[in-house]
């Protein structure tokens, strides 16, 4: 009797994402979880989208370039370049309603929410994210919140939508005032706070604001989640306001 032994093929290098121990022959399928600016990040399958689940934190553009430290108040709102900055660095004032760690504290808040970018950061040509991963677009954020339970309706609507998706994607702690979520889908959303157009730093600890890469009214759209609210608000702002950003894989 002749007995075909046939060697399975996968990913044999145990550096990625998708090791597979029981592999004898590389398919050249090996996943490697995305880096930029020599830091590794997490990441989350949410319905067919794979997220960051943590903020981005780079200080230099995919091509390696420095995006600019702009840390003066009158600098931030009155540029119109791409600008980077932690919350509570090179201000005059900041507040901080952390039940964790002193969000003012430049150190404490890089760990714990990476950092903060203007809108004309977002929209630069040298891209925000790693290779193969971009600043997700309003459309992509609406497939997000779809996943979650939001009617397409709802979805395409402004201001406060939706019942629970946002404590879906709110981490289970570092949220002030018991505003903490559930995290059933791994986003792990955290609260790190806004800097608006006057160069101050509000609210880490209770609230938490994502760009968009999708222009809307006077600036770009945009998603913020508050200790306040279990839903999830989309609204647009000025390319002055410093917000979070997570990226999203590249539909091959």
Same mark, same amino acid.
């Given at each position: 009797?002749?007995?075909?032994?046939?060697? %399975?093929?996968?990913?044999?290098?145990?550096?990625?994402?998708? &090791? @597979?121990?029981? $592999? +004898? !022959? #590389?398919?050249?399928?090996?996943?490697?979880?995305?880096?930029?600016?020599?830091?590794?990040?997490?990441?989350?399958?949410?319905?067919?989208?794979?997220?960051?689940?943590?903020?981005?934190?780079?200080?230099?553009?995919?091509?390696?370039?420095?995006?600019?430290?702009?840390?003066?108040?009158?600098?931030?709102?009155?540029?119109?370049?791409?600008?980077?900055?932690?919350?509570?660095?090179?201000?005059?004032?900041?507040?901080?309603?952390?039940?964790?760690?002193?969000?003012?504290? %430049?150190?404490?808040?890089?760990?714990?929410?990476?950092?903060? &970018? @203007?809108?004309? $950061? +977002? !929209? #630069?040509?040298?891209?925000?994210?790693?290779?193969?991963?971009?600043?997700?677009?309003?459309?992509?954020?609406?497939?997000?919140?779809?996943?979650?339970?939001?009617?397409?309706?709802?979805?395409?609507?402004?201001?406060?939508?939706?019942?629970?998706?946002?404590?879906?994607?709110?981490?289970?702690?570092?949220?002030?005032?018991?505003?903490?979520?559930?995290?059933?889908?791994?986003?792990?959303?955290?609260?790190?706070?806004?800097?608006?157009?006057?160069?101050?730093?509000?609210?880490?600890?209770?609230?938490?604001?994502?760009?968009?890469?999708?222009?809307?009214?006077?600036?770009?759209?945009?998603?913020?989640?508050?200790?306040?609210?279990?839903?999830?608000?989309?609204?647009?702002?000025?390319?002055?306001?410093?917000?979070?950003?997570?990226?999203?894989?590249?539909?091959?």
């Amino acid at each position: 009797m002749f007995v075909s032994c046939q060697q %399975e093929q996968g990913c044999t290098d145990p550096n990625a994402a998708n &090791y @597979n121990i029981e $592999a +004898v !022959e #590389d398919d050249g399928s090996c996943d490697y979880p995305p880096e930029i600016d020599g830091y590794t990040y997490d990441v989350v399958t949410i319905g067919d989208q794979v997220w960051f689940a943590e903020n981005l934190r780079t200080k230099v553009y995919a091509n390696g370039e420095l995006i600019t430290a702009v840390l003066p108040e009158w600098q931030w709102w009155s540029t119109t370049e791409g600008g980077v900055v932690v919350y509570g660095e090179g201000s005059s004032y900041c507040n901080s309603f952390s039940p964790d760690i002193d969000a003012c504290d %430049e150190a404490q808040s890089f760990e714990e929410y990476g950092c903060l &970018y @203007n809108g004309y $950061a +977002v !929209e #630069d040509t040298r891209g925000l994210c790693p290779t193969g991963w971009h600043v997700p677009t309003d459309s992509e954020w609406k497939v997000l919140e779809m996943e979650l339970g939001m009617s397409e309706s709802q979805a395409c609507s402004t201001y406060w939508r939706g019942t629970d998706e946002g404590t879906k994607m709110k981490s289970i702690s570092g949220w002030g005032g018991n505003g903490s979520g559930t995290d059933e889908i791994g986003f792990s959303a955290l609260p790190g706070g806004t800097r608006i157009i006057d160069g101050y730093f509000y609210d880490a600890g209770y609230y938490g604001g994502w760009w968009s890469s999708s222009p809307g009214g006077p600036g770009i759209w945009r998603r913020n989640l508050s200790k306040d609210n279990s839903g999830i608000q989309r609204n647009y702002t000025y390319r002055t306001q410093g917000l979070s950003v997570r990226c999203l894989k590249d539909v091959e």
